[in-house]
């Protein structure tokens, strides 16, 4: 591919960062490459944290994944991007103790997501949040006392973290604001199977209450409700969810409006020779017709892929990216899996199998259409990928 | 065609069988490669595969 193009900089070395670098590499771009990483290690698989590495199943060395081909690039880690300059071209850069000035003539935003902090100012030890390798090895050192557990919100994060938890046998507490985990991302319906699953496995889920305090002398005690309850704690994991990491980009006259704005190519608002792919990135979706900011593993590497194409090919040839978005979530020996987007679904109803036996997939619909499909057997939900990506009509015929 | 899978890092979501279940099969004790080398013809499903796999599970080779 003739690019013009001959020093690209990648801002962030998660799953999109990396996805992107390895593209622009198997794509024929020979120019310079550099990579900043936030984190001090090689990329790893984020998925585990919530789960196997939590559990012990899987070791700290498992979850490595290492490029699929010598990407012949300056790799900065432990280096925070803070501030683009686009004028000048220049991603200012904390190396350690170095400030760096990094030239670009093209630039990959993949600086992924931040964890949302407890909101109310400093919380006492043992309230820990999720998203980097050390922060679930932490957790995990302390699962080694028997702790009892309360996780504070229940979106994935939260619900796995539980589930996690209750498999080792601990007590776990799974306080939602919400009538009941999942909700936001699987509707009433579904939703309400999942928090069947939590409460069957022992999980004391307590819905439709929020949190007043986090009680405790230096270490936390208790978990103070806002219905007046208290529920003893000697862990606490908060998942309220991420904020896009778009703080070192104020200023740089980027479209950021949750995220960075892109276009149905991945190419950034407000930018020439600027894409940007994963938890940061808001894509218009011309599927859904609406720009969407998914934070999934999947869609963040097939986004960083994409990314990196859009930014060789330049903006007359740039291809739209249209894949469907997926991602799945193992909670006790069920594995849920999504494709497509549920928002503002009409209709649901189970297309194969049996929710009771928790064997089914259930097909969302909207005016008629597919819209998306959720499942837990394990071969069936991707077979749907035809009728959610034509928004076939719904329900869908059961595909071989 | 030559296909590999890394084992460690395979998650048994399945997508890979959806697309070509003449080589992959996710079972409740994880995956098994049906055939190490499979025909040509399967080409367009492996690649497929390949580039659908969730953790990047999946080598295939000409």
Same mark, same amino acid.
Request: glycine letters at 14%.
């Given at each position: 591919m003739a690019s013009q193009l001959s020093q690209i900089v990648v801002v962030g070395a998660g799953v999109a960062g990396t996805r992107a670098a390895e593209t622009l590499r198997q794509e024929g771009y020979g120019g310079d490459l550099t990579i900043v990483g936030a984190e001090r290690h090689a990329p790893y698989h984020r998925p585990p944290l919530s789960k196997k590495l939590l559990t012990g199943k899987v070791h700290r060395v498992g979850i490595d994944f290492a490029p699929q081909l010598d990407l012949d690039a300056r790799v900065l880690r432990g280096a925070s991007a803070l501030k683009l300059d686009m004028s000048s071209h220049i991603v200012h850069v904390r190396d350690e103790n170095r400030d760096l000035a990094v030239q670009f003539d093209g630039l990959v935003i993949a600086s992924g997501a931040v964890p949302r902090e407890w909101p109310d100012g400093p919380v006492p030890d043992g309230v820990l949040l999720l998203r980097t390798v050390e922060d679930c090895l932490a957790i995990r050192e302390r699962l080694g006392s028997?702790?009892?557990?309360?996780?504070?919100?229940?979106?994935?994060?939260?619900?796995?973290?539980?589930?996690?938890?209750?498999?080792?046998?601990?007590?776990?507490?799974?306080?939602?604001?919400?009538?009941?985990?999942?909700?936001?991302?699987?509707?009433?319906?579904?939703?309400?199977?999942?928090?069947?699953?939590?409460?069957?496995?022992?999980?004391?889920?307590?819905?439709?209450?929020?949190?007043?305090?986090?009680?405790?002398?230096?270490?936390?005690?208790?978990?103070?409700?806002?219905?007046?309850?208290?529920?003893?704690?000697?862990?606490?994991?908060?998942?309220?969810?991420?904020?896009?990491?778009?703080?070192?980009?104020?200023?740089?006259?980027?479209?950021?409006?949750?995220?960075?704005?892109?276009?149905?190519?991945?190419?950034?608002?407000?930018?020439?020779?600027?894409?940007?792919?994963?938890?940061?990135?808001? +894509? +218009?979706?011309?599927?859904?017709?609406?720009?969407?900011?998914?934070?999934? +593993?999947?869609?963040?590497?097939?986004?960083?892929?994409?990314?990196?194409?859009?930014?060789?090919?330049?903006?007359?040839h740039a291809e739209t990216y249209d894949d469907v978005p997926y991602f799945w979530s193992d909670q006790y020996d069920v594995k849920l899996q999504m494709l497509g987007i549920p928002a503002d679904y009409d209709a649901v109803k189970i297309v194969e199998g049996n929710p009771e036996a928790w064997q089914f997939v259930a097909a969302y619909g909207r005016d008629g259409h597919t819209i998306a499909v959720m499942g837990t057997i394990t071969n069936r939900v991707y077979a749907y990928r035809d009728a959610v990506a034509k928004h076939a009509e719904f329900p869908p015929r059961r595909p071989d | 065609m030559k296909v590999s899978v890394d084992l460690d890092t395979c998650n048994g979501n399945g997508v890979c069988m959806s697309i070509c279940h003449e080589v992959f099969d996710v079972r409740e004790d994880g995956l098994h490669l049906l055939q190490e080398e499979p025909p040509k013809d399967l080409r367009h499903q492996l690649k497929g595969a390949e580039v659908s796999c969730p953790t990047q599970a999946i080598t295939v080779k000409d």
């Open positions: 028997r702790p009892r557990v309360v996780v504070v919100g229940g979106g994935f994060i939260g619900a796995e973290v539980a589930a996690s938890c209750r498999s080792l046998g601990l007590d776990v507490v799974l306080v939602e604001k919400t009538a009941g985990p999942l909700l936001a991302v699987l509707g009433k319906e579904m939703a309400t199977c999942w928090a069947d699953l939590h409460r069957q496995n022992g999980v004391d889920l307590r819905v439709d209450v929020g949190v007043d305090a986090f009680a405790g002398n230096g270490r936390v005690e208790a978990v103070r409700l806002t219905d007046g309850s208290q529920v003893p704690a000697d862990l606490v994991v908060i998942g309220l969810g991420v904020t896009p990491a778009t703080d070192w980009l104020d200023g740089s006259g980027l479209s950021i409006d949750d995220g960075v704005v892109c276009d149905a190519t991945g190419a950034v608002e407000g930018g020439t020779d600027v894409v940007a792919a994963g938890d940061v990135a808001r +894509w +218009w979706h011309p599927l859904y017709e609406r720009h969407l900011r998914t934070e999934h +593993w999947e869609d963040a590497g097939r986004q960083g892929a994409a990314a990196a194409r859009t930014l060789l090919a330049g903006p007359d | -």
